[in-house]
């Protein structure tokens, strides 16, 4: 029998395929989820189109997984393992959460895929948190089992309640509590979340801009001072996604640049209590296309997220000492799922 395996990065967009062989892996090949009806139609889809037969498979799934099957968090599929092992007459089928794939990849990561946010700390072994905006706001936590080796626990700490630490960014919560049920970190720091922000950045602006924001946009305009304003750099442009404000904000519009400013705001709060949490002192690593965009990752290692990280009252000697690092490595989940595929 075959012993391909396919190995399989749902996320709350799109789903990735490739091809483990037990000696080389093939590169990924991406469908939009909305394409298809069904997660099964989807693995049909490209089993046709590539002609290959599998005998296992490795699946990431961005949502809660229970009892071995999971229901994603931003869309309507149900991957369900043991029906798929059923369906496609396989030997083994391994379910995880899609972030446990992002954590388990950055294990194999090269030190010079790693940049430090502000002040660069040593790593030293012990527990670790990775974090990554993308559809929705993902967590898993690194750990350790043994000498350098860890245990991955999934975790929906995405879907905790959101905090704050300014005025500010209190003012601006209490705007999107108006348009959100419940107000969690994913809400603000995922690609739907840079919207949501800017949105509400936007309608407020002409109000904010000498009162509630005055102080955010002069350490803005201090800290991306190596980005030219426009004669427009004030007006609100309607937009369609988060590429078009990254696109804005790089053309020197003020509202583009407060949207990512406050965005990191929000994330550097989330990743410190992540880090306070289970106290993560190998390190605090932030992953995925979002922040390794060029001109995002520009922005954000500009950002000062460091002081937000570290802004933690009493616990703030022991922040300062945590790493908190961007991982600039693209597919990531793939390092993942091949780091499983191996031990199979």
Known sequence: ?????????????????????????????????????????????????????????????????????????????IVDALEIKKQLNLEQVILLNDFTLQGLGTLDCQESDLLHLGKECPIVFGPRAVIGAGTGLGVCFLMPNGENDFTVCESEAGHTTLGVVTKSMHIVAQK???????????????????????????????????????????????????????????????????????????????????????????????????????????????????????MVKQLLMASRIRSTFEKKGRFKSFMENIPLILVDKKNIPLLGLLHIAKRI
């Not at 306070?276 to 390190?283: D, F, H, I, P, V």
């Open 1 to 77: 029998m075959s012993k391909n395996i396919l190995l399989t990065d749902v996320g709350g967009t799109h789903i990735r395929f490739a091809c483990y062989n037990g000696r080389e892996c093939s590169s990924f090949v991406r469908y939009k989820i909305q394409e298809f009806q069904t997660f099964k139609d989807a693995v049909n889809a490209y089993l046709s189109e590539t002609e290959i037969i599998i005998s296992a498979m490795v699946i990431g799934a961005a949502g809660l997984r229970c009892n071995n099957r999971v229901c994603l968090t931003n869309h309507t599929w």
């Open 176 to 294: 999107a509590w108006e348009k959100v049920p419940h107000l969690s970190f994913e809400r603000l720091v995922s690609g739907q979340g840079i919207m949501l922000l800017y949105q509400i950045i936007g309608e407020n602006y002409t109000e904010w801009q000498e009162t509630v924001l005055f102080d955010e946009i002069v350490k803005m305009k201090q800290a991306y001072n190596f980005i030219m304003p426009t004669e427009k750099s004030g007006e609100w442009i309607p937009v369609t996604s988060g590429s078009e404000i990254t696109v804005l904000a790089e053309q020197g519009n003020e509202i583009a640049l407060m949207t990512w400013w406050l965005f990191f705001k929000y994330l550097g709060v989330f990743c410190s209590n992540m880090a306070l949490t289970l106290k993560t002192s190998g390190g605090v690593y932030l992953v995925g296309d979002i922040l390794t965009h060029p």
